[in-house]
């Protein structure tokens, strides 16, 4: 939905290295003109925080290649327009086996890639087969990540299991797809950008699965930089990416409703305020990550603040494992402690004086719109005397917290970073604990530092990919081995809380998994492995005359739908 808010809040986080722009925006808007004087054609300018990685979904991790990725590929799966549920896309419809086990896609018909290969059941299954069979470097969870996150290991990894067991043509248009064990996280996760359905033949012309380099700098095929190929509305054009430009173009062969827009040029403008003046200066139609105190400014511009419903999650980690040698806090080991500090967090200012309208208070790790969310669960009401005592129960009056928090980065659970450090850090000061600051640059440092178990306390917090329960709870307190537990939560060990769920995740029925993901949540505030604050309601920005951009909870904007009036 859309709405406009005009309410000031705190300033954004610092600015990170800002980029010179020589190139003018929105040219080229002569082409047919549609009704209400919207017009089809022409360019659309988005400023976007950084390159993609490389435009290979399968190696996707990051926002800004499935930013572009989602307008070139197209999965089985998708999100409803400004939703988050999950729709047919590339399948028209699907069947699931009573036990949970096979899915049979139906596809839909008449359907090309945009190098004129047929996109069939067999198209379907070379891509579930190339996930599967990925080897070496491509195995690292620094390149498929979103694959293993959802099945697992691969062909050859047999002391790491994967639930993908086949995919068969069973004829042109019916793909089946078999698995070794039930997921709640299938078949939702198929719309995420990283399950997109490429062509075989691009693939294999240039050689997509050579990747190279090292875990830490990972270098892909010739395909992931220069020869993407999907079936979405939009075809690649070029990437310059000297000059932090990639350019899509209409898909004039789409079988669906075809783009508006000849063509969408993302331009990387790291510096939020240099894309808020470019924007202001018309170089560019449009941005994200709009600090909520320029709200009220580029609204008095005529700008149009396209604000998403909250999805996401912003809390404090705590590093108080109870594993023997991991290096956690032992005065977080103690409950009392992590009580003493939730109880001490004042979410209602934080709220509404350090969040954009529409944010709300955190009782747990999901927003209420995810099934699984409990309306039970233990709650740590702002209590600065309750903290206090609790302290002095545990003898830990005085205890120094290491607080880390990042610079240089707006998160859209965490718009300003350093603001939020203030309050919570005198929060914590009031309450008896004794901080000890730590500031560090958002990637890799403050990221790696985090991972690493540095930091005592930290801020973080996680957009969800898809509506399902386990992308946020099991994606932090799983026992799995891409969970965020073992490192940042101090290896804490909660064995009831790991049956929870993944018996959860395993429950083929979907009203006793939701019963089993609320009781999992209510496990998870009784042990308190951190602290749940806020779901803040992230923004983007477009001008004036850009009409039909759906803002998405999930981030997932389509440009497909957007026209440029006069």
């Known amino acids: 939905m859309t709405r406009r808010h005009t309410r000031a809040v705190a300033a954004s986080a610092a600015a990170l290295v800002a980029v010179t722009l020589s190139a ?62 999950a729709v047919p896309e590339l399948a028209e419809d699907w069947e699931v086996s009573e036990d949970g086990l096979e899915y049979t896609f139906n596809l839909q018909q008449d359907v090309k890639f945009h190098d004129g290969t047929d996109f069939n059941a067999e198209a379907v299954c070379f891509n579930f087969d190339r996930w599967h069979n990925f080897e070496g470097l491509a195995q690292s969870p620094s390149a ?52 997109s359905i490429q062509s075989p033949t691009a693939l294999q012309e240039y050689n997509a699965d050579e990747v190279s380099g090292s875990e830490d700098a990972l270098t892909y095929s010739e395909y992931a930089l220069e020869h993407p190929v999907g079936t979405g509305p939009f075809k690649f054009e070029s990437w310059d990416r000297g000059n932090g430009e990639v350019t899509i173009v209409r898909n004039d062969d789409y079988w669906g409703e075809p783009a508006k827009l000849d063509e969408v040029i993302f331009r990387t403008i790291s510096d939020g305020n240099t894309r808020r003046q470019e924007l202001e200066a018309g170089s560019i139609d449009g941005y994200d990550f709009v600090s909520p105190a320029d709200y009220e400014t580029l609204e008095e511009t005529g700008a149009q603040v396209l604000v998403r419903d909250p999805f996401n999650i912003l809390y404090l980690g705590m590093n108080g494992g109870n594993v023997p040698g991991s290096g956690a806090n032992p005065a977080l080991q103690d409950p009392r402690v992590r009580q003493a500090i939730a109880h001490a967090i004042d979410r209602e200012t934080i709220v509404n004086s350090l969040l954009p309208e529409g944010a709300e208070q955190a009782t747990q790790f999901m927003p209420p719109t995810v099934d699984g969310w409990a309306d039970d669960v233990t709650t740590y009401e702002y209590d600065p005397e309750r903290s206090k005592a609790l302290l002095a129960e545990a003898g830990a009056t005085g205890t120094t917290l290491r607080f880390f928090y990042p610079t240089d980065v707006s998160r859209p659970y965490l718009p300003d970073p350093a603001a939020m450090f203030q309050v919570i850090s005198q929060n914590l000061t009031d309450a008896g604990f004794t901080i000890q600051p730590t500031a560090l640059p958002w990637n890799p440092d403050y990221l790696n530092a985090v991972q690493a178990g540095q930091a005592d306390i930290h801020l973080l917090g996680w957009t969800g990919d898809y509506n399902d329960a386990y992308n946020f709870i099991g994606t932090f307190f799983a026992e799995a081995s891409n969970n965020q537990a073992s490192a940042e939560f101090g290896a804490f060990s909660a064995p009831e809380i790991f049956a929870a769920l993944a018996e959860a995740d395993s429950e083929p029925d979907p009203a006793n998994r939701t019963e089993m993901y609320q009781e999992a949540n209510r496990l998870i505030m009784d042990y308190l492995p951190a602290v749940p604050i806020s779901h803040s309601p992230p923004a983007l920005v477009v001008a004036e005359n850009v009409q039909g951009l759906e803002p998405s909870p999930l981030t997932a904007e389509v440009f497909s739908t957007v026209s440029l009036s006069d």
């Open 24 to 85: 003018c925006a929105s040219s080229d808007r002569d082409s047919g003109e549609g009704g209400g004087g919207e017009q089809t054609g022409g360019t659309l300018v988005f400023g976007a925080a950084g390159d993609p990685a490389m435009l290979d979904p399968a190696f996707g991790s990051d926002g800004e290649t499935f930013r572009v990725s989602r307008q070139i590929f197209e999965g089985l799966l998708g999100n409803e327009l400004g939703g988050t549920e």
């Open 144 to 195: 498929s990540y979103y694959y293993q996150a959802v099945f697992g290991g691969f062909a050859s990894t047999p002391d790491t299991p994967s639930i993908y067991e086949s995919c068969e043509a069973t004829d042109e248009n019916t793909a089946v797809i078999r698995l070794t064990q039930v997921t709640s996280k299938f078949p939702a996760a198929l719309a995420l950008p990283a399950f």
